[in-house]
């Protein structure tokens, strides 16, 4: 038995750091937290001082068990949990759970997962910090009051099944503004003037005119001024200049450099950071610092010396900007600066990468430029045509990395050609071109995060948990509009001849950005009508600082839940009692067969149209909104049109064809069969010659292309790309295979490669039971019954699981018992409903 205990938070870490410690070392994982507050209690003592009621939940119990075993039989138990907030609790968790001695026990953190580092750690352990354990607690505890008495009043007064939350609905609050900005926003016209010119040589340059004119009875004014001029240079300045390098990554800009240029959610950065993190790549990945220590910036400068010279070496150190920065003292980094790639898995390796370079050239020399600016004059008008040149004198830092950036017009400079003062150019075009003022951008993911982090709202851990949960949570969603067309004109001169145009252009895109649903909107109204200080940014960013005061040891924890509880609680049970219901209703008119009034409002389902009221003799009528449609803008003539579906077109084989709207947008559907419409194609003006060109394009789909041990194999394209199915199973078709000409043997080689791959992952198959062992991704295993499926961590030594273990562990993890139970309790309410 090791006489010494390391525990970790997860197994991939524990597998790296037993490799740098010997054989008295054993190194076990407490998979995360072991020990939080109840699920169907609110936990906390409201009546009291606050105090939490922590217990150990179902699926940690035999983590506990192992533990205490091991800890029971260590002289020294080492807890080896991260160390932000987070990991200070999780160390006090479990030296409270294990019941650890204080002679025996040992605190220890590590930034980075090299041997260098867990030996100077074990060199110099402490006692945990319990002003950081505090800060945890507070934001714990606070989170679960905000959100335990909230949820109830929103069932009550929106809809059922929401719920609240102190950091998300603020990021809740962010993005329906900004939405509600963008509804507001009225574009304004005026004409931009770009021109070409040449010089003696021949060698060609764009320049512009700064200022637009703001109608086009100007615009084409000046071009027509324009007809017959001179043009030279008027004025040529030259200057040097210098650009330096960003600093190195925090939590917040590595989610946001990852989404513009690996094109990663914030919630998929995290996850491979981590795993960078645990298999010793990276250093620790949740961090608000910029600071390298001095031997990261040693390391940066001896591979800087050796892969590109001494002229592009110059070490610097950063200051963070971030008031409330956390315990993490380093930037994000390579753990050894002489490593720039990784093998193994593509997106941890381009992940890698990126830090790589931001890190390696914040130690960089700068970029040394020469910036280039030109006036040319006309002879027959005042206004001054201007081109900006940059030629790059000295790359720098520019050799390895350029930080991205979220604006999506920026012009970039380029060179000019050599030129003089009062040196004549020749006009090769001029254009004016409508163009029209933007509408501020929706949040995307990274944006969102920079925006929370200028605000001072949550903190590096918080940030992805939190746009995970918006989203899981059907407040926001990612947008799916590819745009609509949208006319401008444009007045070209060339060679003395003015000619006008009318072009088209895409606007209103939201794919890809965050758009609030119309029950994020209501809620949000909800919350901000009633509880205005919660929503408030102020208060959320206080709320931020009195934590870091917590974590500094300035202030008391309990004491700030006090002094929150006792005004949030009694203004609580105020809008529960006195406030009105909230469905988000607007009236858009009246029906004109019945004279109801017809309105848009948030249903039990989502969002619908309504005519007539619950109060009325009779029944009201209601229609989904299709998805491209919102609550906000929906006019009454659309309103209306959605009463017109699900309209019967005709029959077919026996059968109806209709056409209608769905959840996933219009579809026509035949018997049991659906065919989405085209994108943009609107169901109300499909006839049934439409229809049919669907419905037969989906036959020929459907139609099997081979016959496979006597099973009809078909193919189709679906969410993931181009699929063949056979047998009930669906298998890729990856760009090796020419989708639209598939031989047989091709369609042979894709079936028996995905059966043995199949064979491959079983591990266990008792039939009898219906129970299979199979392997998963990221090296883990899944055990699988019908519907029901656990995950079991990589240490699992899943080939000498037997029945009864793994009978075991599906009763364990409570799936199965739990879905049939809940699933008769609905069916016989539902039934005795109607009888009733």
Known sequence: MAKNLVIVESPAKAKTIEKFLGTDYKVASSFGHIADLPTKEIGVDTEGDFTPKYIVSKDKKDVVKKLKSLAKNAETVWLASDEDREGEAIAWHLAEELKLEDGKTKRIVFHEITKTAILKAIDNPRQIDYNLVNAQQARRVLDRLVGYELSPVLWRKVKGGLSAGRVQSVAVRLIVEREREIQDFKPQASYRIDAEFATEEGKSFKAKIPKNFDTKEEAEKFLKDNIGANFKVAELTTKPAKKNPAPP?????????????????????????????????????????????EDARKGAKNEILKAYGEKYSKTRQFKGKSKGAQEAHEAIRPTGFQKHTISGDRDQQRLYELIWKRAIASQMSDAQLERTNVKIEADKHNNNFTANGEV???????????????????????????????????????????????PP???????????????????????????????????????????????????????????????????????????????????????????????????????????????????????????????????????????EREVGERILGEDPESGKPVSVRLGKFG???????????????????????????????????????????????????????????????????????????????????????????????????????????????????????????????????????????????????????????????????????????????????GKTKVELPKTTKAEELTLEEVKDILEKSGKTKKKK??????????????KK
């Open 249 to 293: 990554f925090t939590t917040s800009t590595l989610q946001q450099e990852a989404a513009r240029k690996l094109y990663f959610s914030v919630g998929k950065t995290m996850t491979l950071a981590q795993r960078l993190y645990e298999a010793g790549h990276i250093t620790y990945m949740r961090t608000d610092s910029v600071n390298l220590s």
């Open 392 to 438: 790059l004198k000295f790359d720098g830092f520019l050799k390895v990395y350029l930080e991205g950036s979220d604006e999506e017009d920026e012009e970039q400079s380029g060179m000019l050609p050599a030129m003089k003062e009062g040196q004549p150019l020749n006009n090769e075009w001029i254009t004016a071109t409508e163009r029209f003022t933007r």
């Open 441 to 579: 951008y929706r949040y995307t993911e990274a944006s969102l995060v920079k925006k929370l982090e200028e605000l001072g709202i949550g903190r590096p851990s918080t940030y992805a948990p939190t746009i995970s949960t918006i989203q899981s949570r059907n407040y926001i969603e990612k947008g799916s509009v590819d745009g609509n067309e949208r006319a401008y004109v444009q007045f070209r001169l060339k060679n003395g001849k003015l000619e006008e145009k009318s072009l088209t252009e895409t606007v209103g895109s939201d794919k890809g950005k965050m758009v609030p649903t119309a029950t994020g909107m209501v809620v949000n109204d909800f919350l901000v009508n009633h509880f205005s200080n919660i929503l408030d940014y102020n208060f959320t960013a206080k709320v931020e600082e009195s934590f870091d005061n917590i974590a500094e040891g300035n202030k008391e924890w309990k004491a700030m839940m006090k002094e929150f509880y006792k005004d949030f609680h009694p203004h609580v049970q105020d809008v529960a009692k006195n406030a």
């Open 607 to 785: 969002p619908m149209v309504q005519i007539g009221s619950v109060e009325d003799d009779e029944k009201p009528r209601f229609a989904s909104l299709g998805p491209d449609q919102h609550m906000e803008t929906l006019t009454y003539d659309q309103a209306m049109a959605l009463f017109e579906l699900p309209k019967t077109l005709g029959e077919y084989k026996g059968e109806a064809v209709e056409v209608n709207n769905g959840r996933y947008g219009p579809y026509v559907r035949f018997g049991k069969k659906f065919v989405s419409l085209e994108k943009g194609e609107d169901p109300l003006n499909v006839d049934f010659e439409r229809a049919m060109e669907l419905v037969k394009e989906k036959e020929k789909a459907d139609a099997p292309i081979y016959d496979y041990k006597d099973m009809p194999v078909q193919k189709g394209v679906g969410r993931f790309g181009p699929y063949l199915k056979w047998n009930g199973m669906f298998i890729n078709v990856n760009k090796k295979y020419d989708f639209d000409n598939l031989s047989d043997s091709d369609i042979e080689e894709l079936i028996e490669d995905k059966l043995r791959k199949e064979r491959e992952k079983l591990i266990h198959h008792w039939e009898e039971e219906g129970i299979r062992v199979e392997k998963a991704r990221w090296g883990r295993f899944n055990v699988i019954k």
């Open 821 to 834: 139970t809940t699933a008769k309790k609905k069916t016989t309410k539902k039934k005795t409903t109607k």
